[in-house]
């Protein structure tokens, strides 16, 4: 297969990532964006941006799938991205639908849940401030017992066990 420009498809239900679509194109990148169409007349950097693509506001899911699989018949997609944090779930669906490596529902989990994040910032040696699980009361009690409150105040009350 000879070389080709590299894809990148923007999903967004809002208008925002002006800058994200600048560095694609300067990286090299074709870029596509498929929005709603409320958006159709947004201020995009339409300069940055291949191709645009519509959605209606209020589509199902598996209509997305449909769409986008029915764009990569005509076209290779070589990343899908989430402009927007509500996108995220989407997005994911549409990376799992696709087999985009490393893109499913538990890297989405890395972005929306503050615990996992943390936790795999951690695993891969990433600073990160201490953290605990706020499920049980014993490891409450022992993490605010060894890890000192930075920026709020020193009156704390102590957690006691219910009766």
Aim: aromatic share 10%; net charge positive.
């Amino acid at each position: 297969m000879p070389d080709r420009q590299q894809t990148i498809l923007c999903v967004s239900t809002y208008e925002k990532g002006a800058e994200f679509f600048r560095t694609c194109k300067q990286m090299g990148w074709r870029v596509l964006l498929l929005t709603v169409e409320k958006l159709r007349d947004g201020d995009w950097p339409r300069e940055a941006i291949d191709e645009f693509f519509y959605m209606p506001e209020d589509i199902l899911l598996e209509h997305l799938i449909y769409t986008v699989s029915y764009m990569a018949r005509l076209q290779h997609i070589d990343r899908i991205v989430a402009l927007d944090e509500f996108d995220m779930e989407n997005v994911s669906a549409l990376r799992r639908t696709h087999a985009h490596p490393r893109h499913g529902t538990h890297y989405r989990a890395l972005f929306r849940d503050k615990l996992a994040m943390r936790a795999r910032a951690k695993e891969v040696g990433i600073l990160a401030p201490e953290f605990a699980h706020i499920l049980n009361y014993d490891d409450l009690r022992h993490f605010m017992a060894n890890v000192p409150a930075r920026g709020c105040s020193s009156r704390v009350p102590k957690l006691r066990a219910s009766a």
